[in-house]
Structure formats: structure tokens, C-alpha cells
């Protein structure tokens, strides 16, 4: 049984940081791609960066430059350094994995696995 489980989430203000992390169980992180999406209130689910086979870190809209993405394999866990957050940010943010693919990775469907969603709050 796959898991995956988000943590870290939280209430700050303009410019602060937060770290989200997420404990994957059931597989190991070495043979997959990882993703970290994000759920604004009234909006659409959209990525926010990724780590695909090959192709380092991807990172979509805005947060190029203040998020950073990251995996350690020994532990089996992934993480989303977030710095500078803006209001903007505020959403449920999801962390996902799948199979290295060989191809982008910026449609939900292309994740097999998802965490619960954890929630970011920034303050103006």
C-alpha cells in the first residue's frame, strides 16, 4: 500500500518561509518522478515544480527562484522549501509521485500517487 504523507503547512506572513515535507511508504523514491501541486481557493490544481529522470528540477509560474524542490532517497522522503511567500501561494499544496517517465509531468494524471494536501496560509 502506497502513502504518501504531507506535513508542514501553516499560517505566515509576506516574505515568510515554510518547508513542506512528504513521507513516501510503500515505494522507494529512487525509480520515481516526484511532483509538488497546489490548490488555490476557486481554482484548478496546478504544478508547482517537479523532479523528473534526466531532467533536474522543474519549476512552473512564479515560484521560480523561491521554492526549491528536493528528495533524499536514503530517507525516502521529498520536500518543498518555500522562501519570499506571497499571498498568491495560499493554497492546499499536494506532494505526488510516479514512475520516471519520459516525457513532462505537468497533467495530474500523470501521477499515480498523492498525498493528503496540507495547507499554506500567506498573510498580506
Known amino acids: 500500500d502506497v502513502q504518501l504523507q504531507a506535513s508542514g503547512g501553516g499560517s505566515v506572513q509576506t516574505g515568510e518561509s515554510l518547508r513542506l515535507s512528504c513521507r513516501v511508504s510503500g515505494v522507494t523514491l529512487d525509480d520515481y518522478a516526484i511532483g509538488w501541486w497546489r490548490r488555490a481557493p476557486g481554482t484548478e490544481r496546478e504544478v508547482v515544480s517537479c523532479?523528473?529522470?534526466?531532467?533536474?528540477?522543474t519549476y512552473y509560474g512564479n515560484v521560480e527562484g523561491r521554492f526549491t524542490i528536493s528528495s533524499d532517497n536514503a530517507e525516502n522522503t521529498m520536500a518543498l522549501q518555500m522562501n519570499e511567500l506571497k499571498p498568491e501561494d495560499t493554497a492546499i499544496y499536494y506532494c505526488?509521485?510516479?514512475?520516471?517517465?519520459?516525457?513532462?509531468?505537468?497533467?495530474?494524471?500523470?501521477?499515480?500517487?498523492w498525498g493528503q494536501g496540507t495547507q499554506v496560509t500567506v498573510s498580506s
Open positions: 523532479i523528473n529522470a534526466g531532467d533536474g528540477q
Open positions: 505526488a509521485a510516479t514512475k520516471f517517465a519520459d516525457h513532462g509531468l505537468e497533467v495530474a494524471a500523470d501521477y499515480r500517487y
